[in-house]
């Protein structure tokens, strides 16, 4: 049995870092009910967009990643690996008892609060999305800001 999603699923598509190039090179294909509230540079060459919905810009409404071949290494190995666990599925693929289900979910749940509270305990939710793509232009992403 090999790993596949549960259909429909994006429980796991929570803003992650993605390097400058994915960002320059997609951002005309986000989502734009994602809207973005911050921006934070994670390292050398990745960023992190973090959107009020705590969703990844390029989750589709449908729950469907619109960059899906370009989708970094750490979301092509989300649930295969060993250090990010899916909570639904083994790393076989098999569906997780109740329990472990429950156990992993709450995991899940803690990290993404965790994420939202460090979001929070740096105050810059009252910014509005055009000062965060002014930022993104600043460093070179055509962003249309104009015309948004
Ligand atoms: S890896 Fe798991 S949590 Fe993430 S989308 Fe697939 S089934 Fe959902
Ligand atoms: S890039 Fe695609 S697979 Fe990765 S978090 Fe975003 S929507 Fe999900």
Request: hydrophobic share 30%; aromatic share 12%.
């Amino acid at each position: 049995m090999t790993f596949e999603c549960k259909e429909g699923c994006s429980e796991c598509c929570s803003p992650i870092p993605f390097e400058y190039t994915l960002i320059k090179n997609n951002f005309h294909k986000r989502n734009k009910n994602h809207v973005i509230n911050e921006i934070i540079q994670y390292d050398d060459t990745r960023y992190i967009l973090f959107t009020k919905s705590f969703k990844c810009i390029f989750l589709d409404e449908n729950n469907k990643c619109l960059i899906y071949n370009d989708r970094p290494k750490i979301c092509k190995e989300f649930g295969v690996v060993i250090r990010n666990q899916c909570p639904y599925l083994a790393i076989n693929g098999q569906i997780r008892s109740e329990a472990k289900n429950k156990h992993y979910l709450r995991d899940w749940k803690r990290q993404i609060q965790r994420m939202k509270d460090e979001q929070e305990e740096r105050n810059n939710f009252n910014l509005p999305e055009m000062f965060w793509l002014g930022q993104l232009e600043q460093i070179g992403i055509k962003t249309q800001i104009r015309e948004v």
